[in-house]
T-cell receptor, first 120, second 111 residues
Framework: GAVVSQHPSWVICKSGTSVKIECRSL??????MFWYRQFPKQSLMLMAT???????TYEQGVEKDKFLINHASLTLSTLTVTSAHPEDSSFYIC????WGTGGSYNSPLHFGNGTRLTVT | ELKVEQNPLFLSMQEGKNYTIYCNYS?????LYWYRQDPGKSLESLFV?????AVKQEGRLMASLDTKARLSTLHITAAVHDLSATYFC???????????FGTGTSLTVIP
């Protein structure tokens, strides 16, 4: 149980274009999803907390106009990287918890398989 | 912001040996988690530690939590090659829902 699906797994785009990444909870509902960014051989950096039906909460230093988050349903959150530049190339991972929709307060994060974005 | 540090960052060990990875965090938290990440892959949940003195074991891995010292350890017993991966600890904020990750420990077990 608690499967998170992320799509696409990898994407290559040209500088200046926008890219949308989808994150779905397949067998549970998630009022909150989280978006992380990971550079090679580094830790995960929390970018934003995506809240169903309301605005996302962004971490300090993360440009909300650059990384648009939409959480329109209890099973889907999207991250759009707008006007992508080579420095946006990274591994983006979404995650969700079952807490709040039947799961325990202590439940861990369940992660999608990640999206490797390369901006040329 | 809650800060989470791990050491060592890199660990190369021979099969059969024991070693411990340390995770320190900066503020009070009631939940600590350990994850494993294989190269190019996502994260797999290993342990959930919820109280002072908590100890969890799964196979050759054992995790513990000391909330007073704000320290968690991941002990590896008689390492095998299959344990080669990057291990992350993550701490959940006490009043919120955010998880902050440690710097990661890249473990390589040498035959």
């Amino acid at each position: 149980g608690a499967v998170v699906s992320q799509h696409p797994s990898w994407v290559i785009c040209k500088s200046g274009t926008s890219v949308k990444i989808e994150c779905r909870s397949l067998d549970f509902q998630a009022t909150t999803m989280f978006w992380y960014r990971q550079f090679p051989k580094q830790s995960l950096m929390l970018m934003a907390t995506s809240n169903e039906g309301s605005k996302a909460t962004y971490e300090q230093g993360v440009e909300k106009d650059k990384f648009l988050i939409n959480h329109a349903s209890l099973t889907l959150s999207t991250l759009t990287v707008t006007s992508a530049h080579p420095e946006d190339s990274s591994f983006y991972i979404c995650s969700a918890r079952t807490w709040g929709t039947g799961g325990s307060y202590n439940s861990p994060l369940h992660f999608g398989n990640g999206t490797r974005l390369t901006v040329t | 912001e809650l800060k989470v540090e791990q050491n060592p960052l890199f660990l190369s060990m021979q099969e059969g040996k024991n070693y411990t990875i340390y995770c320190n965090y900066s503020t009070t938290s009631d939940r600590l988690y350990w994850y494993r990440q294989d190269p190019g892959k996502s994260l797999e949940s290993l342990f959930v530690l919820l109280s002072n003195g908590a100890v969890k074991q799964e196979g050759r891995l054992m995790a513990s939590l000391d909330t007073k010292a704000r320290l968690s350890t991941l002990h590896i017993t008689a390492a095998v090659h299959d344990l080669s991966a990057t291990y992350f600890c993550a701490v959940a904020t006490p009043t919120g829902n955010q998880f902050y990750f440690g710097t990661g420990t890249s473990l390589t077990v040498i035959p």
